[in-house]
């Protein structure tokens, strides 16, 4: 049974495009993401004035909720429709990674002694990659909002001490990266190893009830990263804070 389970910390190279190394978390993510833009664009072809039904329905019940939160967090329904194309994309791509992992036999399939998949949040270089887009992006829409000079009285003023403030605040900004990836990265990977050691030692239903907890901890994580994105990106562009 031991010898079925196969655990790495870092993406396995699949292939090879000249010097270009394809690992199973790219193929992965690539996968995923054709699969929810085909699925978007099939629910938005759905999608009537009037409420709709099945998966068309769950995804026009999603996007309201996700307005109604955003418009509770940036104040106006017109902000939020600014903002909810970056921060649903975030939202969903994360999402549909976290649960796409929990398929049965995605880590059975193998080319070789390397998995073909691998969750792409179970990737820190891609974890990584979330959290510099979510750093930067609040960065550009703050410029975007104040402006260069707005968005460097966030940080700077005339009074020296407000100043070392300033610094602090950009130190605790740029620890979000690490803070952002290591915490969407430690547990998807940790739920990762939890599967793949329950699956080998009780492979028909010891995974059973850990997958449903899987769910539900895939969903809140994309929720967390995007929920903090989004408050992140609030106060950022906030112009009442910016100047006060």
């Given at each position: ?96 990674n976290n649960w796409f992992a929990l398929l049965p036999g995605f880590n059975t399939i193998h080319l070789g002694d390397v998995p073909l998949f691998r969750a ?52 605790l900004e740029s620890t979000r990266v690490i803070s952002f990836s290591f915490r969407l990265f430690g547990n998807i990977f940790a739920g990762e190893v939890l ?50």
């Amino acid at each position: 049974m031991a010898a079925e389970m196969h655990v790495s910390l870092a993406p396995e190279p699949i292939a090879h495009i000249g010097s270009f190394v394809i690992t199973n978390s790219m193929l992965t993510a690539v996968i995923t993401t054709i699969l929810l833009a085909s699925g978007m664009i099939i629910a938005s072809r759905q999608i009537k004035l009037h409420p709709a039904g099945g998966f068309a329905g769950a995804i026009e019940a999603l996007i309201e909720t996700l307005l109604d939160q955003m418009e509770q967090v940036f104040g106006s329904r017109q902000r939020a429709l600014y903002y909810f194309p970056f921060l649903a994309t975030l939202f969903l791509f994360i999402l549909s990674n976290n649960w796409f992992a929990l398929l049965p036999g995605f880590n059975t399939i193998h080319l070789g002694d390397v998995p073909l998949f691998r969750a792409v949040t179970a990737d820190l270089s891609a974890t990584i990659a979330l959290a510099l887009v979510s750093v930067v992006l609040t960065q550009v829409y703050a410029i975007r909002e104040l402006g260069v000079m707005g968005n460097l009285r966030r940080y700077f003023s005339s009074n020296p001490a407000m100043n070392i403030l300033g610094v602090q605040e950009i130190i605790l900004e740029s620890t979000r990266v690490i803070s952002f990836s290591f915490r969407l990265f430690g547990n998807i990977f940790a739920g990762e190893v939890l599967l793949i050691v329950i699956s080998a030692l009780l492979p028909i239903l010891g995974p059973t009830p850990f997958w449903g907890l899987e769910i539900f901890v895939g969903f809140i994580q994309a929720l967390v990263f995007t929920m903090l994105t989004m408050v992140f990106i609030a106060m950022s562009t906030d112009k009442e804070a910016a100047h006060h």
